[in-house]
């Protein structure tokens, strides 16, 4: 995403969501606790400008997205969005759910990893919010479910049906949309859904740690990384080790591959830079 801004001024108050910026680690917690993070229309909203202005600002190297309470998201809200979308033409049907999909472009699009830790239940939207994550850090409890069929609709909502056969292969992701049944933490760490599973109640240390790593470390090697792992998934073999190649010459030209060499040389641990 650009750096560059226009005239709006930063946001400085996120009515739907808590978040916090401490050392590079932005912590953004989904926090309607009495309804287990279920999303609203505003919640949506934040999510995708939220993900845009800290995306402008590269103060953060590495974000953590969490629930408060009981869970990590229980997905929309019945009565705010279900029971609000009854009374809605085909022209606002449209703009929300693009405005839902934007979220999931805006998780995987930026420049930095997005790390969900996930307690309780992740369902519906709040499962493909942690789908989209570059990784998935979960305890016991965790639970997913794509609930999308189970209120009559496409399985296929958010980009699920694009994301979760290259996460788990074609034959889970097509039980999981269809049938919307809950994946315990066991068996989600068997097919891949998660990326590592943490101690009981210990998801969002664990999550913490991971960003606290990866903030630390070479900043713009993973963006790199991240932007890459996106755009060759649709590409032919030919074009990806052409944009490999592109991408490595920039970054033998920056700055932390020359401090790797000198620290490497001085014996000493490199000194990330993110340049």
């Known amino acids: ?8 001024a930063r946001t400085a108050r996120w009515e739907h969501l808590r978040v916090e910026l401490a050392d590079g680690v932005a912590t953004v917690t989904l926090a309607r606790p009495e309804k287990l993070n279920a999303l609203t229309f505003g919640a949506y909203a934040d999510l995708r ?3 845009a202005e800290l995306s402008r600002e590269r103060a953060v190297r590495a974000l953590v997205l969490a629930g408060e309470g009981r869970g990590f998201c229980s997905g929309g809200d019945v009565d705010e969005i279900i029971g609000a979308t009854l009374s809605l033409d085909t022209a606002r049907l449209l703009d929300f759910n693009r405005m839902t999909g934007q979220v999931v472009r805006a998780v995987r699009e930026c420049p930095f990893p997005v790390i969900a830790a996930v307690h309780g239940v992740a369902a519906g939207a709040g499962a493909v919010l942690a789908l989209a994550a570059d990784f998935r850090v979960a ?4 639970r997913f479910a794509f609930l999308f069929t189970r209120v009559g609709l496409s399985g296929g909502d958010m980009g699920a049906a694009y994301l979760l056969p290259r996460v788990v292969g074609l034959g889970h992701a097509t039980r999981l949309l269809m049938l919307g ?7 989600a ?27 630390d470390g070479p900043a713009l090697a993973y963006a790199q990384t991240k932007a890459l792992l996106t755009a060759e998934l649709d590409m032919p073999l030919a074009a990806a080790v052409e944009l490999d190649a592109a991408t490595q010459a920039l970054l033998m030209n920056g700055e932390d591959y020359a401090e790797f060499h000198a620290a490497f040389t001085e014996k000493r641990p490199p000194k990330w830079r993110g340049r």
């Not at 995403?1 to 709006?8: E, I, K, N, V």
């Not at 305890?139 to 965790?142: G, I, L, Q, R, Y």
Request: proline share 8%; charged share 30%.
């Open 49 to 51: 400008d939220l993900l």
């Open 181 to 187: 049944e809950p994946v315990r933490a066991p068996e």
């Open 189 to 215: 760490e068997r097919i891949g859904l998660i990326s590592a599973l943490a101690d009981e109640g210990g998801a969002d240390e664990a999550a913490r740690s991971l960003a606290r790593r990866l903030a």
């Open 139 to 142: 305890d016991p409890s965790a």
């Open 1 to 8: 995403m650009s750096p560059f801004t226009g005239s709006a």
